[in-house]
Structures are given as C-alpha cells and as structure tokens.
C-alpha cells in the first residue's frame, strides 16, 4: 500500500495522462520533505490504509480487488459462500459482514431514501453551483432545516456541507475573547479544531469528570458567557456523556450546553431524537449540532439546530457555511427522507437497539470486555495494540468486518476492536460475529 503511494508521488508513468511531476529544487525538496513524513508515519505504525468497496453500504460487502475478504468468486479470496443477504441493498453475493460503518439504522441503501435521492436530483439537479447567500438556496434546503428543527423540537436549523463544518464554523460565530468554552477532553477533532478557531477562553475538562467540569465552571465565572461542550456519545469508548448533571451544573454556573450527536442522532432515546431525549434534558441543552452522514442516510451534510437568532446570525456569520456550496439536492432528498422514515415510527430505532443488546450480552456471556452502554458502538476491550491487529485480521478471513483501534487512537494499553450494530444486520450476523470473536480470541489467547 505504502509504496503504491511513495509511487503515486514519484509520478510513475510517462504515457499520455500519466501524471507529471513538477520539477524544480523546491519541488524536490518537499517530495523529499513529504516522503520523509510518510516514512514516519509508517515507522510508528500508524499508517492508514483503505479497503475498497465494490458494493453499496450495507451489513454485506463486497470488497473490490479479491484482496482479503473479497467475494465475486475472484481467485484467491477469501469469501465466505454467498448467503441471503437480509439488507435493503441489491443482491450482493454475501461476502463479509460489515461491523464497521456508522450506518446505525441501515438507511445508507433503503429503497425510499435512495429513490428520494434520484427524486430530487431529477427534481433540482445536480448541485447549486453557488453558496447558500448568493442563488443556492432551494425549497428543499429550507424543507429539510424545517424538518430537522422539527425533529430536534428546536426552533429552527441551518444546514452545512458536513459536522464537520457545523463544529468549525459555530464557535467563532459565537464567542468571543469575553467568553468562555469548557470542553470535554475526548471531544471529536472537529469540536477541538472548531474551539481552536475562535478567541474564547479555553477549558479542557477531564473525560465525562464532573468534579473537573465543576472546578472549570467556577474557574470561568469571570467571563461573560459559558458553553460546556461535549460529544452526546464518544465514537471510541461508546459511553454517553452524563447530560443530565452536565445540564445541573450549567444550570448552577449559569452556563449553555452544546452537544454533538453524530454518534445519537436518529437512535439513541425512546424516539431517536439523541442523547438529550435518551436522557430527559431535552429542555436544556441549548445547541445541537449533528451529521447526516451516519444514521439519517449516511450520504453527507450537517446542521446546527436551537434557538432562532443563533440560528439567524450563524447565517450570517458562519464561515463553513457562507463560503461553501449548498449541499446537493440528491444529499438533501436522502436526510429527508432518512428523517421522515424515523418520525413515522420509531422501529428502526428499536430493532437497532435489540440487536445491540444481543450482541453486547453474547459477547459479555462469551467472556470479552465491552467498553460502554447500550450503545451499537461496542469497543471489544483487549488492552495489547498487536492482539487487536491480528485478531481483527483473522476476523476478516472469517468474513467479519472489524477494525482494531490502538495508540495514539486510543490511549496505550487500551487498544480495542471496535464493533458498530446496525439495525440491518440478522440475528444470524451478529451471532457469527460473536462465533469469530470467540473463536479468535481463543487461538490468540484473549479467551482461556
Ligand atoms: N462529530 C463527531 C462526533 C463525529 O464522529 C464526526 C464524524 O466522524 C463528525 C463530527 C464529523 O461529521 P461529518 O462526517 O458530517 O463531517
């Protein structure tokens, strides 16, 4: 994989449409430059490679290339024989079985969020080629900020080309060098780089420690205004910030609470409306910020939803949001649609969470440690970096999709396979996830 990329850089190639390299000393040097860094990140074991998929997102993939895990009857994969394939997506010829995607409530291929996309593409075209303010902004973008307002019982919402852009662009609207923010340690990079982007005063308080939030909160009494920030749910650990007395002790600090519910949003409370519901302050956070590219569809997009006038000067004021194209229309039709299936009923929810708790329980019965609560993030705990590696490659032989996460993802000794549930997988795929992870752990020694 490396020297596939150490090759893309040195241009190979001479023919026709073979790429150039610049040429030059300062050229050169940053080749040389560039090399060196990659060199290194390769040395620490931190290279990130990507698996390439050859089928639509679902709880069955194909994996293109016929490299491990591969299906499609390829010479030399390492397929599992073709089974009936349960999710919504066409028939793809069962190859693993993906415990990998943020696809909660497996929408990323439904039928009626797909031909939604189509609708709206045929419908609105392609894309804006403008930004919101100047001529992009269609019914359907005000459709959808209604809905999510509505979904969220705030009052109104602005849409972004990701969450990513929502948490960049909502702190440096917001606050200034009068202000505080206080933070969660584990927060997303994304709240962390938007944080960095402004001129408040900042907290960092220790994970989910509300002893520490507290101290913080006394320390910020002095500036003019206080936002406690956290993830509703920590996409590593799969634990759920304890909102209710982040909420007791803004109220007692006289602060305002932002969540970011990527990892909530859609399944998480009695009717998917997030972590805020899950717990009862629904009435207390003041801001949400939140992704539509994980359970509402998976396809992309972001918003910020609360109060109208923050919602009228982020319009404003916002830099993701004003100096980026309006998400397509065909993204819109799938979030949508995505979010008109969860206010209908909240079944997918619970099937998701069903599933959860059958492979949670299994996995604890069988004798493996997993990190969090009820939440379809389920991080089987191993401690050792290597045991994680080469148990979630032996998994994918068995036709199990994992990944191993280790330091500096994590911190060190806490190296872990993280599993995700989704509302598509069967009975039957979590229990042969649980069968590989037993039989993994035991020929890698993390079972006795
Ligand atoms: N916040 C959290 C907690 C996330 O996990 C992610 C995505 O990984 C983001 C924000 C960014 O979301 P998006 O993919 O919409 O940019």
Not at 51 to 58: F, L, P
Not at 140 to 155: G, M, P, V
Not at 186 to 213: E, F, T, V
Not at 296 to 304: F, R, S
Request: net charge positive; aromatic share 6%.
């Amino acid at each position: 994989m490396w020297r596939a990329a150490v090759r893309a850089l040195r241009g190979a190639g001479t023919g026709a449409g073979a790429p150039r390299a610049a040429s030059g000393a300062a050229a050169a040097q940053l080749r040389r430059r560039l090399e060196s860094e990659l060199e290194e990140i390769r040395g620490a074991g931190t290279w990130k490679s990507e698996r390439v998929i050859a089928s639509r997102q679902g709880p069955h993939l194909r994996l293109a290339g016929g490299g491990a895990g591969a299906c499609g009857g390829e010479e030399g994969s390492r397929c599992l024989p073709p089974v009936p394939c349960p999710c919504f997506s066409l028939s793809v010829p069962a190859g693993i079985i993906n415990f990998c995607a943020n696809n909660y409530l497996g929408l990323s291929s439904h039928p009626e969020v797909i031909r939604a996309a189509v609708e709206a593409l045929e419908k609105f075209g392609a894309g804006l080629s403008s930004v919101r303010f100047i001529c992009g902004t269609q019914s359907i973008h005000k459709d959808l900020e209604e809905k999510i307002a509505r979904f969220h019982q705030r009052e109104d919402a602005i849409l972004y080309a990701s969450c990513f852009d929502a948490n960049a662009g909502i702190f440096e609207a917001l606050l200034t060098p009068e202000d505080a923010v206080l933070s969660d340690e584990l927060n997303h990079a994304s709240i962390i780089d938007g944080i960095r982007l402004c001129k408040a005063n900042k907290y960092r308080y220790k994970h989910m420690d509300m002893q520490d939030l507290e101290a913080k909160l006394k320390e910020a009494q002095k500036h003019r205004l206080r936002l406690v920030a956290t993830d509703g749910a920590f996409s590593m650990d799969g634990d759920i910030a304890p909102l209710r007395e982040i909420c007791q002790l803004a109220h007692k600090y006289d602060a305002l609470v932002f969540i970011d519910e990527c990892h909530a949003t859609g399944f998480l409370g009695p009717n998917g409306r997030g972590t805020d519901e899950l717990l009862g302050v629904m009435d207390k956070v003041t801001i949400i910020n939140s992704t539509l590219g994980k359970a509402l569809g998976g396809a992309a997009g972001g918003y910020t939803t609360g109060p109208k006038p923050l919602i009228d000067l982020l319009r404003q004021r916002s830099r993701p949001y004003l100096f980026s194209n309006s998400l397509p229309p065909a993204v819109v039709g799938c979030a949508s649609k995505a979010l008109d299936l969860l206010m209908e009923s909240n079944a997918i929810a619970q099937s998701m969470a069903a599933k959860t708790q059958r492979f949670r329980s299994k996995m604890t019965a069988a004798g493996f440690t997993i990190s969090g609560k009820d939440h379809p993030i389920c991080p089987v705990m191993l401690g050792d970096a290597r045991l994680a590696s080469v148990m979630a490659e032996d998994m994918l032989n068995r036709g199990i999709y994992v990944i191993g996460f280790s330091y500096p993802v994590v911190p060190k000794g806490k190296a872990r396979i993280r599993v995700q549930i989704s509302a598509v997988h069967s009975d039957e795929d979590i229990d042969r996830c649980v069968q590989a992870f037993t039989e993994v752990g035991r020929k890698h020694g993390a079972l006795p």
